[in-house]
T-cell receptor
Framework: GEEVAQTPKHLVRGEGQKAKLYCAPI?????VFWYQQVLKNEFKFLIS????????ETGMPKERFSAKCLPNSPCSLEIQATKLEDSAVYFC?????????????FGPGTRLTVT | KQEVTQIPAALSVPEGENLVLNCSFT??????LQWFRQDPGKGLTSLLL?????REQTSGRLNASLDKSSGRSTLYIAASQPGDSATYLC???????????FGKGTKLSVKP
């Protein structure tokens, strides 16, 4: 598609439950990025993929967060055993290639509320 | 460690006014800088991308400048309109990995 699609729009989970978020990048884009936006507009980079391969995972909390981008499927971000501090908006972005000439196009985000 | 700061945090102006939003970054070795707009409850819309070798980019009423040596970028909005009300974020492209480091944004309100 011509836009980055993210589902669901909203997700509510009780503390300790699992949460799974999905992202379909723009068709033809090779790179996918996940960001977390918490209160006060603070964006944090989580992980990026080049096609189905992890490109950079320096921002990922290793213990409970995992992500995948499999061929012919939406990318996913999964949080096992959610905590209150995971409440945030999770944005996915995609770019045609990796490099400073290439804009990142963002999806509408998934708002995760952990109660 | 790269840090991106945006001043002011909020700005309210009357319709028709020209305005400037500021973005500063601590490490001048950036590859590019991107300005975004975020409407409440929405995603990010890319406004302008400035390569490190460029000094400015223009799109309609928007003009973004980049001064790497001083670690600053400005977004100039001409003849502001109520529809320009949104949060404006700047982000720099980090190193070879390509992920963006964001400022906390400037919340702009344009009053009719």
């Amino acid at each position: 598609g011509e836009e980055v699609a993210q589902t669901p729009k909203h997700l509510v989970r009780g503390e300790g439950q699992k949460a799974k978020l999905y992202c379909a990048p723009i068709k033809g884009h090779s790179y996918v990025f996940w960001y977390q936006q918490v209160l006060k507009n603070e964006f944090k980079f989580l992980i990026s993929f080049q096609n189905e391969n992890v490109f950079d995972e320096t921002g990922m909390p290793k213990e409970r967060f995992s992500a995948k981008c499999l061929p012919n499927s939406p990318c996913s971000l999964e949080i096992q055993a959610t905590k209150l501090e995971d409440s945030a908006v999770y944005f996915c972005a995609s770019s045609l290639e990796q490099g400073p000439s290439y804009e990142q196009y963002f999806g509408p985000g998934t708002r995760l509320t952990v109660t | 460690k790269q840090e991106v700061t945006q001043i002011p945090a909020a700005l309210s102006v009357p319709e028709g006014e020209n305005l400037v939003l500021n973005c500063s970054f601590t490490d001048s070795a950036i590859y590019n800088l991107q300005w975004f707009r975020q409407d409440p409850g929405k995603g990010l819309t890319s406004l302008l991308l400035i390569q490190s070798s460029q000094r400015e980019q223009t799109s309609g009423r928007l003009n973004a400048s980049l001064d790497k040596s001083s670690g600053r970028s400005t977004l100039y909005i001409a003849a502001s309109q109520p529809g320009d009300s949104a949060t404006y974020l700047c982000a720099v492209w980090r190193g070879s990995q390509g992920n963006l480091i964001f400022g906390k944004g400037t919340k702009l309100s344009v009053k009719p």
